[in-house]
C-alpha cells in the first residue's frame, strides 16, 4: 500500500515488526474532515507512528491573489476555510485597510463583530457536531445544525449566499443588515441559549461514554501546544488564555464584555481532546453574549453607509503588512505586499489549522485507532485552509 | 413437526397415505418456511421503524417519498441493493467472501428454531434450547471474521478482529447470566423456561428476586448489545473510524445480507431476553392469553405478546444508538471483563443460593408487591422521559423561532 516516496527511513515497510503494519487512513476516509491522509504504523490497535500528508485540497490562493485586485481575493480568501467565510474575509479586509490606513465607520464594526461572531457559532457548531459523530453519536449532530440553517438563513438574508458569502469587503461590507435583521437574531440566540444549548451539553458534552473516550486522550501540554504554534481553541483547550479579539482588539471588540474560555480539566488532566473541544462549546455561549450586546448597539446606531469611500480600484500605496484576527478556528494572519499596483504583490497565510496540524504526530504516538480520530477532530480543522 | 402433521391431517385426510419422506418434507419444511419468510421479511419492518424512530429523535421527518408515510421505502433499498453489482475487489478471497455473509446470517436465523411463540407454535422444542442458541449465535462471529480476512482491506481485517475480540468477551457474561433462569426452572429447554412464568405479570423473571433479576437482565442487554455489534458498541463496523469494518468492500446483495443478519440478530437477542426474563409468549395479565375476553378462548394471543415483548426491546436499542456515543475498543474490554463478569459470577452464585433454600425457590416474598411496579415504573418513567424531552425541546424552539419568523415575513 505504502508508496516509495511516502516511506522514507523508518517508515520502510522492509523494516516494519513482524507485527506491524502502516495504515493508511485517507483520503477518502468519513473521519478525516476533507482530504486529509495520515499513515499510520500499528500495532494491532496501537498506533506506533503517524504521519499526516497535507495538500490534497491546494488550490494555488496565494498565487491567485497576486492575479486579481483586492477586491478580487475576496471570494478566494472566502474559499479557504469554507465553514467559516466571514472570519477569512474580515481578516483580509482589515490587512488591507490597514495598508490603506482607511478607517471604517462604528456602524460596519458592529455589522462585522455580529456577522463574524455568528460565523463562529456556525463554525463550533459544525466542529462540535461532527466532532460528537466522530465519536459515535449522530443525534447531537442534527441537534445542533438546525440552528446551524437558521443562521445560514439569516446570512442568506442578509447577503444572498449561505457559504461563501464575499461579504466583507475593503472598507466595509457588501450589503446592509436587512430591516428586521436584528428581531431575527434575537430570537436565534434565545433559542441557541435556551434550548440547544444545555441540549447538547445534557445531550453529549457530559455523557459518560464521551467523557471516558476524551478526557485523557491527546494531552497538548501547554509548553507543546506554545512550541508548535497552536492557536484559537486548539490553545484555549490547552489553558492559556490568548484570545487575539482581548489581547490585539480590532473591529471594536474592546467595548464587549465577554470572557476567554479555557480548557478546564474538569475530567482528566487540562490539554486533552475533551478541554479543545469544551473550549469550542463555551465559546459558543460567549459569541452569543457578544452578538447580544452587538445587537443592542446596533439598534440604537443610526444606519450609516456600510460602503467607506474607497476607490473603485483599490491601490494600496507601496509598503508591506501582517494582520491577524481570531478566526473561528484561532489566529488567521494575513502578509499582504504592496507594489503600488493593483494587484497585491504576495499574500501570504498563516492558517491556524495548518500549524494545528503539526503536533499532530506528537500526540498521535501511541494512541489507539479510534483515539486518532479523536484527535483529528479535536483540532476542528478544515482541510480547505490547511492546504489553501 | 407432529404438530404440523397433525394439523396437516385434520384438513387432508388423504395425507395418512404418503410416503414417509414426503410427509416429512411437508410437516417439517412447511413451518420452516413460514418462519424462515417471517423473518427475512422484518428487517423489511426493522429497518424502516428504525429510520422513523431516529428521524423523531433528531428533529427530522425521516423517509416519506416511497408509498405512504415511506412505508415502503426498505423495500425500495432492498430491490435497490437486489439488482446492484456486487463487486469482488480483486485480490479478494472469493470463496470465502462469498460464504462469509451466509454464515453471519446462518447464525442469525437459526435461533428461531427454538424460539416458543406459543405452546405448540414453536418449530423445535429442544431440551438443550438455551446452549443452542448461544451456540448457532456466536456462529456469525466466524462469518464477520471471515468476511475480514477475505475482503483483503485492512480496516475490514481490524473490523473483523475487533468483532471477534468482542464477541468472545460478551459472550462470557452473558453466558453466566443465561444460567440464572436455567437455575431456577432447571431446564435448558426454552419452552419450560416460559411456562415456569406463567401466571401473570408478577412471576416474570424480571420481576422476581427483586433487586438481582433486574440487574440479570441489564447485564444480559448490554452484553447483547455487544454481541449483535449495536452502539454503543459498534465498534466491528464503526463508520467513523473503520469506514464499514467487516463490509466496507461489500456491495449489492452482498452487502443487504449482512444488513439483514444485523438487524435479524437484534430481534434473536430481543426475543431470547424475552422469553428467558419477561415471560416469552405469556401475556401480562393471565385474560389477555386468548381472545377469551371477546368470547374466542381458542385464538391464542401468544405470539403476539412474544412480538410486542422483542418489539418494545428491539425499540430500546434504537434509542439506544441514537442517544450514546460509541465506546472505544479498551474501554469495551474494560466494561466486559471488569464490570459485568464480576457482577454475572456474583449473581450466579446468589441466585444459585437463592433457589437451593426452600423459602426462596422462587422469588422472595415481597416480588408480589413491590419488584414488578417499581421496575415498570422505572422504564415508564425513562420512556416518558425521553418523549417529553424531545417534544419540550421542540416545542420551546418552535416559541422562540416565532418572532423571528415574523420578522422573515413581514
Not at chain 2, 456469525?140 to 477475505?150: K, N, Y
Not at chain 2, 385464538?299 to 412474544?306: A, D, E, P
Given at each position: 500500500?505504502?508508496?516509495?516516496?511516502?516511506?522514507?527511513?523508518?517508515?520502510?515497510?522492509?523494516?516494519?515488526?513482524?507485527?506491524?503494519?502502516?495504515?493508511?487512513?485517507?483520503?477518502?476516509h468519513?473521519?478525516?474532515?476533507?482530504?486529509?491522509?495520515?499513515?499510520?504504523?500499528?500495532?494491532g490497535e496501537?498506533?506506533?507512528?503517524?504521519?499526516?500528508?497535507?495538500?490534497?485540497?491546494?488550490?494555488?490562493f496565494?498565487?491567485?491573489c497576486?492575479?486579481?485586485?483586492?477586491?478580487?481575493?475576496?471570494p478566494?480568501?472566502?474559499?479557504?476555510?469554507?465553514?467559516?467565510s466571514?472570519?477569512n474575509?474580515?481578516?483580509?479586509?482589515?490587512?488591507?485597510?490597514?495598508?490603506?490606513?482607511?478607517?471604517?465607520?462604528?456602524?460596519?464594526?458592529?455589522?462585522?463583530?455580529i456577522?463574524?461572531?455568528?460565523q463562529?457559532i456556525a463554525?463550533h457548531?459544525?466542529?462540535v457536531?461532527t466532532?460528537?459523530?466522530?465519536?459515535?453519536?449522530?443525534t447531537?449532530?442534527?441537534?445542533?445544525?438546525?440552528?446551524?440553517?437558521?443562521?445560514?438563513?439569516?446570512?442568506?438574508?442578509t447577503?444572498?449566499?449561505?457559504?461563501?458569502?464575499?461579504?466583507?469587503?475593503?472598507?466595509?461590507?457588501s450589503?446592509?443588515?436587512?430591516?428586521?435583521?436584528?428581531?431575527?437574531?434575537?430570537?436565534?440566540?434565545?433559542?441557541?441559549?435556551?434550548?440547544?444549548?444545555?441540549?447538547?451539553?445534557?445531550?453529549?458534552?457530559?455523557?459518560?461514554i464521551?467523557?471516558?473516550?476524551?478526557?485523557h486522550v491527546g494531552?497538548?501540554?501547554?509548553?507543546?501546544a506554545?512550541?508548535h504554534?497552536?492557536?484559537?481553541?486548539?490553545?484555549?483547550?490547552?489553558?492559556?488564555?490568548?484570545?487575539?479579539?482581548?489581547?490585539?482588539?480590532?473591529?471594536?471588540?474592546?467595548n464587549?464584555?465577554?470572557?476567554?474560555c479555557?480548557g478546564?480539566?474538569q475530567?482528566g488532566p487540562v490539554g486533552?481532546?475533551?478541554?479543545?473541544?469544551?473550549?469550542r462549546?463555551?465559546?459558543?455561549r460567549?459569541?452569543s453574549?457578544?452578538?447580544?450586546?452587538?445587537?443592542?448597539?446596533?439598534?440604537?446606531?443610526?444606519k450609516?453607509?456600510?460602503?467607506e469611500?474607497?476607490?473603485?480600484?483599490?491601490?494600496?500605496?507601496?509598503g508591506?503588512?501582517?494582520?491577524?484576527s481570531?478566526a473561528?478556528?484561532?489566529q488567521?494572519?494575513y502578509y499582504?505586499v504592496?507594489?503600488?499596483?493593483?494587484?497585491?504583490?504576495?499574500?501570504?497565510?498563516?492558517?491556524?489549522?495548518?500549524?494545528?496540524?503539526?503536533?499532530?504526530?506528537?500526540?498521535a504516538?501511541?494512541?489507539?485507532?479510534?483515539?486518532?480520530?479523536a484527535?483529528?477532530g479535536?483540532?476542528?480543522?478544515v482541510?480547505g485552509?490547511i492546504?489553501r | 413437526?407432529?404438530?404440523?402433521?397433525a394439523?396437516?391431517?385434520?384438513?387432508?385426510?388423504?395425507?395418512?397415505g404418503w410416503?414417509?419422506?414426503?410427509?416429512m418434507?411437508?410437516?417439517?419444511?412447511?413451518?420452516?418456511?413460514?418462519?424462515?419468510?417471517?423473518?427475512?421479511l422484518?428487517?423489511?419492518?426493522?429497518?424502516?421503524a428504525?429510520?422513523k424512530?431516529?428521524?423523531?429523535?433528531?428533529?427530522?421527518?425521516g423517509?416519506?417519498r416511497v408509498?405512504?408515510?415511506?412505508?415502503?421505502q426498505?423495500?425500495?433499498?432492498?430491490?435497490?441493493?437486489l439488482?446492484?453489482?456486487?463487486?469482488f475487489?480483486?485480490?479478494?478471497?472469493?470463496?470465502?467472501?462469498?460464504?462469509?455473509?451466509?454464515?453471519?446470517?446462518?447464525?442469525?436465523?437459526m435461533?428461531?428454531?427454538?424460539?416458543?411463540?406459543?405452546?405448540?407454535?414453536?418449530?423445535a422444542?429442544?431440551?438443550?434450547?438455551?446452549?443452542?442458541?448461544v451456540a448457532?449465535a456466536?456462529?456469525?462471529?466466524?462469518?464477520?471474521?471471515?468476511?475480514?480476512?477475505?475482503?483483503n482491506?485492512?480496516?475490514s481485517?481490524?473490523?473483523?478482529?475487533?468483532?471477534?475480540?468482542q464477541?468472545v468477551?460478551?459472550?462470557?457474561p452473558?453466558?453466566?447470566i443465561?444460567l440464572?433462569?436455567v437455575?431456577i426452572?432447571?431446564?435448558?429447554?426454552?419452552?419450560?423456561i416460559?411456562?415456569?412464568?406463567?401466571?401473570?405479570?408478577?412471576?416474570?423473571?424480571?420481576?422476581?428476586?427483586?433487586?438481582?433479576?433486574?440487574?440479570?437482565?441489564?447485564?444480559?442487554?448490554?452484553?447483547?448489545l455487544?454481541e449483535?455489534?449495536?452502539?454503543?458498541?459498534?465498534?466491528?463496523?464503526?463508520?467513523?473510524?473503520?469506514?464499514g469494518?467487516?463490509?466496507?468492500e461489500?456491495s449489492?446483495?452482498?452487502?443487504?445480507?449482512?444488513?439483514m443478519?444485523?438487524y435479524?440478530?437484534?430481534f434473536?437477542?430481543?426475543?431470547?431476553?424475552?422469553?428467558?426474563?419477561?415471560?416469552?409468549?405469556?401475556?401480562?395479565?393471565?385474560?389477555l392469553?386468548?381472545?377469551?375476553?371477546i368470547?374466542?378462548?381458542h385464538?391464542?394471543?401468544?405470539?403476539?405478546?412474544?412480538w410486542?415483548?422483542?418489539?418494545?426491546?428491539v425499540?430500546v436499542?434504537?434509542?439506544?444508538?441514537w442517544?450514546?456515543?460509541?465506546?472505544?475498543?479498551?474501554?469495551?474490554?474494560?466494561?466486559?471483563?471488569?464490570?459485568?463478569?464480576?457482577?454475572?459470577?456474583?449473581l450466579?452464585?446468589?441466585?444459585?443460593?437463592?433457589?437451593?433454600?426452600?423459602?426462596?425457590?422462587?422469588?422472595?416474598f415481597?416480588d408480589?408487591w413491590?419488584?414488578?411496579?417499581?421496575?415498570?415504573?422505572?422504564?415508564g418513567f425513562?420512556?416518558?422521559v425521553?418523549?417529553?424531552?424531545?417534544?419540550?425541546?421542540?416545542?420551546?424552539?418552535q416559541?422562540?423561532?416565532?418572532p423571528a419568523?415574523?420578522?422573515v415575513?413581514p
Open positions: 500500500m505504502a508508496t516509495p516516496e511516502t516511506i522514507v527511513n523508518d517508515w520502510d515497510p522492509d523494516a516494519l515488526d513482524t507485527d506491524e503494519m502502516i495504515l493508511q487512513m485517507g483520503p477518502q468519513p473521519a478525516t474532515h476533507g482530504a486529509l491522509r495520515v499513515e499510520l504504523r500499528t500495532d496501537i498506533v506506533k507512528a503517524a504521519r499526516p500528508h497535507i495538500g490534497y485540497l491546494h488550490r494555488c496565494e498565487k491567485h497576486e492575479n486579481v485586485d483586492y477586491p478580487g481575493v475576496m478566494y480568501a472566502d474559499r479557504m476555510d469554507y465553514c467559516a466571514m472570519g474575509t474580515l481578516g483580509f479586509a482589515l490587512a488591507v485597510e490597514k495598508l490603506h490606513a482607511i478607517q471604517v465607520s462604528p456602524y460596519v464594526d458592529t455589522v462585522r463583530v456577522m463574524a461572531e455568528l463562529r463554525s457548531i459544525l466542529g457536531g466532532y460528537s459523530m466522530d465519536i459515535g453519536a449522530f447531537p449532530f442534527l441537534h445542533l445544525v438546525r440552528d446551524r440553517e437558521k443562521i445560514l438563513d439569516l446570512f442568506e438574508w447577503c444572498g449566499a449561505r457559504l461563501l458569502y464575499n461579504y466583507n469587503w475593503v472598507g466595509g461590507v450589503h446592509d443588515v436587512p430591516e428586521g435583521f436584528v428581531k431575527a437574531t434575537g430570537a436565534l440566540l434565545r433559542e441557541f441559549d435556551s434550548v440547544t444549548f444545555p441540549e447538547l451539553l445534557d445531550l453529549i458534552i457530559h455523557n459518560r464521551f467523557v471516558r473516550r476524551l478526557s494531552v497538548c501540554s501547554p509548553e507543546l506554545i512550541s504554534d497552536l492557536t484559537g481553541p486548539n490553545l484555549r483547550g490547552s489553558g492559556i488564555a490568548r484570545d487575539l479579539r482581548k489581547d490585539e482588539p480590532y473591529c471594536g471588540y474592546q464587549y464584555d465577554f470572557e476567554v479555557l478546564k480539566g475530567y486533552s481532546c475533551f478541554d479543545r473541544n469544551w473550549v462549546v463555551v465559546e459558543m460567549e459569541s453574549k457578544i452578538l447580544h450586546q452587538a445587537l443592542d448597539r446596533l439598534e440604537k446606531m443610526e450609516a453607509d456600510v460602503h469611500k474607497v476607490p473603485k480600484r483599490v491601490k494600496p500605496p507601496k508591506e503588512v501582517y494582520f491577524r481570531e473561528p478556528r484561532g488567521l494572519g499582504v504592496s507594489d503600488g499596483n493593483v494587484n497585491p504583490y504576495r499574500v501570504k497565510v498563516k492558517s491556524p489549522c495548518f500549524t494545528a496540524m503539526s503536533v499532530f504526530h506528537h500526540l504516538k501511541g494512541m489507539m485507532i479510534a483515539d486518532i480520530i484527535l483529528i479535536s483540532f476542528d480543522i482541510l485552509e492546504d | 413437526m407432529d404438530a404440523t402433521y394439523f396437516l391431517a385434520s384438513f387432508v385426510p388423504e395425507i395418512a410416503p414417509a419422506w414426503a410427509l418434507l411437508v410437516s417439517a419444511g412447511l413451518p420452516a418456511l413460514a418462519c424462515f419468510m417471517f423473518m427475512s422484518g428487517p423489511l419492518v426493522y429497518v424502516y428504525e429510520r424512530i431516529s428521524a423523531f429523535m433528531q428533529d427530522r421527518i423517509p416519506n408509498g405512504p408515510i415511506g412505508l415502503l426498505t423495500l425500495a433499498d432492498t430491490i435497490k441493493l439488482f446492484k453489482e456486487a463487486i475487489p480483486k485480490k479478494v478471497d472469493r470463496k470465502l467472501f462469498v460464504i462469509a455473509p451466509i454464515l453471519v446470517n446462518v447464525g442469525a436465523f435461533p428461531f428454531l427454538v424460539i416458543p411463540w406459543g405452546g405448540r407454535l414453536q418449530p422444542d429442544l431440551n438443550v434450547g438455551v446452549f443452542y442458541v448457532i456466536s456462529l456469525s462471529t466466524v462469518g464477520l471474521i471471515m468476511a475480514g480476512w477475505a475482503s482491506n485492512k480496516y481485517l481490524f473490523g473483523g478482529m475487533r468483532s471477534a475480540a464477541i468477551s460478551y459472550e462470557i452473558a453466558m453466566m443465561l440464572v433462569p437455575m426452572v432447571g431446564s435448558l429447554s426454552l419452552q419450560d416460559t411456562m415456569a412464568q406463567h401466571g401473570g405479570l408478577q412471576n416474570w423473571f424480571l420481576f422476581r428476586y427483586f433487586p438481582i433479576m433486574p440487574v440479570a437482565f441489564v447485564v444480559f442487554f448490554v452484553a447483547g455487544a449483535v455489534n449495536r452502539a454503543p458498541f459498534d465498534i466491528p463496523e464503526a463508520e467513523s473510524e473503520l469506514v469494518g467487516f463490509h466496507t461489500y449489492g446483495f452482498f452487502f443487504a445480507m449482512f444488513f443478519a444485523e435479524t440478530e437484534m434473536v437477542l430481543s426475543a431470547t431476553a424475552t422469553v428467558l426474563f419477561l415471560g416469552g409468549y405469556l401475556a401480562p395479565i393471565p385474560a392469553q386468548t381472545l377469551g375476553f368470547g374466542l378462548p385464538v391464542s394471543l401468544g405470539w403476539l405478546w412474544l410486542f415483548k422483542a418489539w418494545f426491546l425499540f436499542m434504537m434509542w439506544l444508538r442517544t450514546l456515543p460509541r465506546s472505544r475498543v479498551d474501554q469495551l474490554m474494560h466494561i466486559a471483563w471488569k464490570v459485568l463478569l464480576p457482577i454475572a459470577l456474583v450466579v452464585v446468589v441466585v444459585g443460593g437463592l433457589v437451593l433454600w426452600p423459602a426462596t425457590a422462587n422469588g422472595f415481597w408480589r413491590v419488584g414488578w411496579p417499581l421496575t415498570l415504573g422505572l422504564v425513562l420512556l416518558y425521553m418523549v417529553r424531552a424531545l417534544q419540550w425541546s421542540r416545542r420551546r424552539a416559541e422562540l423561532a416565532a419568523r415574523q420578522a415575513t
